[in-house]
C-alpha cells in the first residue's frame, strides 16, 4: 500500500464500507471544521476518540487504586491531602 508522509507523520491508504449515516456525519464535520478533506476528518474524530478512551482508562485506575485503599489508608491519604493543601495555602500567602 502506498505511503504518503504529512504533518502529522506517516500516513496509510485504507478503504471503508461505512453505514450512510456515518458517511454523513464525516461530510458535515469536514464542512464544519473547515477541513481540505473527509480523510483528515476522519482522522481528527479518532484522534478525538483514542483521547476520550485514554481519559477514561486512566479515571478507571484512579478510581480502581482508590477503591482498592482499605479505611485505614483513606484515613491516612485525606492526612496528607490536607497536608498538601495546607503547605500550599502558606505558599500563597507568603507571596
Do not use: N
Not at 481528527?44 to 483514542?50: F, P
Amino acid at each position: 500500500m502506498p505511503t504518503t508522509l504529512s504533518k502529522k507523520g506517516r500516513k496509510i491508504k485504507k478503504s471503508f464500507s461505512i453505514s450512510v449515516e456515518s458517511d454523513t456525519f464525516i461530510r458535515k464535520a469536514c464542512k464544519e471544521r473547515k477541513s481540505h478533506s473527509e480523510s483528515e476528518t476522519l482522522d481528527a474524530l479518532l484522534g478525538e476518540l483514542m483521547t476520550i478512551r485514554k481519559r477514561q482508562a486512566i479515571e478507571a485506575a484512579y478510581t480502581d487504586y482508590y477503591d482498592s485503599l482499605s479505611d485505614d489508608e483513606v484515613v491516612e491519604q485525606s492526612a496528607w491531602g490536607s497536608f498538601a493543601e495546607s503547605q500550599l495555602a502558606k505558599e500563597d500567602r507568603s507571596q
